[in-house]
């Protein structure tokens, strides 16, 4: 069983300090939320972990399973079972979908998956999320709409089968049937108990459909109140506001 563990991690964007200090523990088979304001490093916390170039780790370490993620390439980070969806995919003209999607799983897995096997897998996981088969053709994020990008984020995770998924904003743009399609998919896929999802948000609609297992709000770059799904539920009514003021 797989453990991502997050140790004392100090971040800094252009000499500015965003994160201060943060410690966090997510074991495979169970769904953390973070949760918290604008602008107070959620997304700077994914980058960190994904290997961002502009984001300078100062001090701390990220550990997959005792290896320590920020001395591997971001190459190293795929293989080594991370995976993150990040907020804003790039285009990539003359790329399609299913060609990317193959690339990628070749990457993680080392060897290139068998054809006829892959397109069963891509088949499967396309139909499973509502995608129409012609998705798999398209060029990699041209003209995707925010439910498109979104499903083939799941799309991707649930192909390359990562140890820990970092999925930041998954319910930014989703309409309620998006929402529903792309909360199914995560549900569907940590049930097999062998991924640990890491889900970045600052709403709270979200985690009515994927309830998560323990919920951390972020607050200027450290988290600063932890507890059970209930903990979102009173994020819901209560807002931010009472750890913003705290921070400031
Ligand atoms: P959140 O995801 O919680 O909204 P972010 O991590 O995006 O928060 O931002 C946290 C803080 O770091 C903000 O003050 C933001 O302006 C700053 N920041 C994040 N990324 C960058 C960047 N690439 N360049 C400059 N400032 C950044
Ligand atoms: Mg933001
Ligand atoms: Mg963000």
Do not use: C, W
Not at 8 to 33: S, W
Not at 95 to 109: C, E
């Amino acid at each position: 069983m797989s453990t991502l563990e997050i140790r004392d991690l100090h971040v800094a964007v252009e000499d500015k300090e965003i994160l201060r200090g943060v410690n966090l523990t997510v074991a495979a088979g169970q769904t953390h939320a973070i949760m918290g304001p604008n602008g107070s490093g959620k997304s700077t916390l994914a980058y960190a972990i994904a290997g961002h170039p502009k984001y300078t780790i100062t001090s701390g370490k990220v550990l997959l399973d005792g290896v320590d993620l920020l001395e591997l390439s971001v190459d190293e980070r795929a293989r080594a079972g991370l995976f993150l969806a990040m907020q804003y995919p790039v285009e990539v003209p003359g790329v399609s979908v299913s060609n990317f999607l193959r690339s990628a799983v070749t990457a993680v897995r080392g060897e290139a998956p068998k054809l006829r096997e892959f397109a069963k897998d891509l088949k499967n996981g396309m139909d499973a999320l509502s995608i129409d088969s012609a998705f798999a053709q398209r060029n990699l994020n041209e003209g995707f709409s925010g439910g498109e990008k979104k499903r083939h984020e799941i799309l991707q995770m649930e192909l390359l089968k990562p140890k820990i998924a970092v999925l930041d904003e998954t319910d930014s743009g989703l309409d309620v049937d998006a929402l529903r399609v792309v909360s199914e998919g995560i549900n569907r896929f940590r049930a097999s108990g062998e991924t640990g999802v890491l889900l970045i948000t600052h709403y709270t609609r979200i985690l009515r459909y994927v309830k998560p297992d323990f919920v951390h709000v972020f607050a200027a770059g450290r988290i600063v109140e932890e507890g059970g799904p209930e903990l979102a539920e009173k994020l819901e009514a209560e807002g931010y506001e009472q750890y913003t003021k705290a921070s400031a």
